[in-house]
């Protein structure tokens, strides 16, 4: 199999692109997809600081080390979710990436700054399923540390697979009003709400793991263990399997979808949120979403915290 570049031995086949390609050439295919995506969508401006939500998975470290070579002034954000020997290892990814890089990041962990609401604890109390739980305190924790330290713009290492997943989701229940802000920009619609991008949302699961291999990024292999029951993952089997009998098929739903179908969804009128009265972040009642969780969890915590040993 020959470079479909540069004609010399090839070290990857893309069946989605029809393309296989040789290690210099597959870095420079991959660096550049990611900058048309953020040219095209207008993700990024030069200049920009930009706060890059990292797990310690392969991508978004792999978006972090993309950006950095890009040029771009970027700073990792690490939330630790509380959730055991997953949250341990993948903070000790992050530290180590950013070491080696000398990349500044900044460690936010829910046990100490959220007053002890690791996820397991928010989702035991609330009894809701741990990802619930877990989406709604990055979501405040990303936010905030957005807004706190100045940045410009919040990018996230969500890839094809998520986003395809997550349309999938949106479709099978016709969330219309979720199907209208599923996009890769998402434009700030309150002052403490800054852009949010998604620069990898067309760049797949694989590619990633092939760009990280070979740029030897050290990266948490295991799962966490609450993805084992999350619904998402049966729409990425299903997704996989589409893909393998018709290879392509993410890529266009995902990019047909932003093309065609998005834009009758966005027609919708969508009020813009409001001060939350609990932590002044964006809200679409008295108070976010967050803040309705926490509060849920204190009501539920009180009478265990009273009653006898
Ligand atoms: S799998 Fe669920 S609980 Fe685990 S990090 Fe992802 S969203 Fe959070
Ligand atoms: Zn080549
Ligand atoms: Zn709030």
């Known amino acids: 199999m020959k470079c479909t570049r540069c004609r010399a031995r090839a070290e990857v086949q893309l069946r989605s692109h029809n393309a296989a390609f040789c290690r210099p050439c597959f870095l420079f295919v991959f660096r550049r997809q990611i900058e048309r995506a953020i040219e095209s969508e207008k993700m990024l401006g030069r200049g920009e600081r930009i706060l890059v939500a990292v797990s310690g998975g392969k991508d978004s470290l792999a978006l972090w080390d993309v950006l950095a070579d890009l040029g771009h002034d970027t700073t990792g954000l690490y939330v630790g979710l509380g959730i055991g020997a997953y949250s341990e290892l993948s903070h000790a990814k992050v530290v180590a990436f950013a070491t080696r890089r000398g990349l500044p990041l900044r460690v936010i962990t829910l046990d100490e700054e959220a007053g002890g609401l690791g996820v397991p604890v928010v989702a035991g109390l609330t009894r809701r399923p741990p990802c619930s739980a877990c989406g709604t305190m990055k979501r405040h924790w990303f936010d905030a540390a957005a807004v706190e330290g100045g940045f410009d713009v919040l990018a996230t290492g969500h890839n094809l697979d998520d986003e395809a997943a997550r349309l999938l989701g949106n479709v099978l229940r016709w969330q219309t009003d979720h199907l209208a802000r599923q996009r890769p920009v998402l434009e700030t619609t309150h002052p403490r709400f800054v852009r949010k991008v998604k620069p990898l949302y067309l760049t797949s699961e694989y590619e990633t793991a092939v ?10 292999v295991d799962e966490c263990p609450n993805a084992a029951g999350a619904t998402q993952l049966v ?37 813009n949120p409001r001060d939350c009265e609990g932590c002044g972040m964006p809200a679409y009642g008295t108070l976010c979403a967050y803040c309705r969780l926490v509060g849920e969890v204190r009501r539920k915590a009180a009478p265990l915290a009273g009653a006898p040993a």
């Open 211 to 220: 760009y990280a291999f070979m740029r030897g990024l050290d990266y948490i």
């Open 235 to 271: 729409h990425k089997d299903l997704l996989n399997r589409l893909e393998a009998a018709s290879p392509g098929s993410k890529l266009a739903f995902v990019k047909d979808f932003q093309r065609t179908g998005r834009p009758a969804f966005a027609a919708a009128p969508r009020e």
